[in-house]
């Protein structure tokens, strides 16, 4: 029987799923924050130069890719701190409120232009076909190579998916815009520029709430995307010696960090710390998860009465029958 004074076991092996360390990851994000930065100075310039609106909607974007970029340097380095004193989990959720904050930039940003971008529908202004043409095409080269570097980082992390959808949705801009600039030189119908930006917006605010919807996941303390809690507790509760699994509680401590703690009831003749540890494996093997922690009594023992779990949340596991 397991000795009510010990019930509660933590069993931590800090399982860290990363491909790449922290400081290398940060040497990919900075590389990428040289790359844009230096083209963002000279799209500016050209975009006033042609008076295009897609330019500057780009050159304003590619703004937020460098903050982003700085952002996700800082929060990296602030996530790898230990934990200590009162955050008892460390700053791994820095990551989150990067991400979270790189989608709300991305909304923002588009509503601005979209605003922008039916006004210039509206009343149309002489636009350069030629420059923008050429320095969309010189833009979408350099965020390709700019989110090549990007995705060599961990690409688990919601602070460098954050980056990269600011640098795909750039590519994707840039195409637009080049598109925009040919049509003008085609046509001279100068509202193409407009319905560019209206474009780039869209493709904004679809990356945005994707972030902003992740972030709240971890935030919420959500389960993995990936995991079903109700298809793991079933799971749970088929090995061998597991009578019934409820307080099932499965979420996220940061990107690539998943939590799992339940209360189990072992069936005799079982030993609770056999079944306990045949648990972990299977979470560890099979779902990466090292944080777990499982409070494990006999199904029998005394500890285990009418009120022992009263307020039990989520569904009841029980053991399929033979």
């Not at 088929?238 to 799992?260: F, M, P």
């Not at 560890?284 to 022992?308: C, F, K, M, N, W």
Request: net charge negative; charged share 15%; with cysteine.
């Amino acid at each position: 029987m397991c000795d009510s004074g010990r019930v509660n076991r933590e069993h931590k092996s800090h399982v860290h799923p990363r491909a790449a360390s922290a400081q290398t990851d940060r040497r990919w994000l900075l590389a990428a924050f040289g790359v844009v930065v230096a083209f963002m100075v000279l799209e500016v310039l050209a975009g006033l130069l042609a008076h295009s609106l897609a330019l500057i909607t780009d050159a304003g974007h590619m703004i937020t890719d460098a903050a982003a970029l700085l952002v996700a340097v800082l929060a990296s380095r602030i996530a790898q701190r230990p934990a200590k004193g009162a955050y008892t989990y460390g700053l791994a959720r820095v990551d989150a409120l990067s991400g979270q904050a790189n989608g709300i930039t991305l909304l923002l940003l588009a509503l601005w232009f979209t605003v922008e971008g039916i006004r210039r529908l509206v009343h149309p202004g002489a636009v350069q076909g030629g420059v923008v043409t050429a320095v969309a095409l010189a833009g979408a080269v350099v965020n390709v190579l700019a989110s090549w570097l990007a995705s060599r980082a961990d690409s688990s992390s919601l602070n460098v998916r954050g980056v990269l959808a600011h640098l795909v949705t750039d590519v994707w801009a840039f195409a637009a815009t080049a598109v925009a600039g040919v049509v003008i030189l085609a046509s001279g119908w100068d509202r193409a520029d407009a319905l560019a930006s209206l474009a780039v917006a869209g493709l904004m605010t679809w990356t945005g709430s994707g972030l902003v919807r992740a972030a709240g996941r971890v935030f919420l303390e959500g389960a993995p995307r990936d995991i079903d809690p109700d298809a793991l507790g079933a799971e749970l509760a088929a090995i061998d010696g597991v009578a019934e699994l409820h307080d099932l509680h499965v979420w996220q401590i940061g990107s690539g960090e998943s939590a799992v703690s339940a209360h189990v009831l072992v069936g005799p003749p079982r030993d609770c710390h056999e079944v306990s540890s045949r648990l972990r494996l299977l979470l560890a093997e099979r779902y990466g998860i090292g944080h777990v922690t499982l409070q494990a009594d006999h199904a029998d023992s005394p500890a285990h009465d009418a009120e022992h779990c009263i307020d039990a949340h989520g569904q009841v596991h029980i053991a399929p029958g033979p």
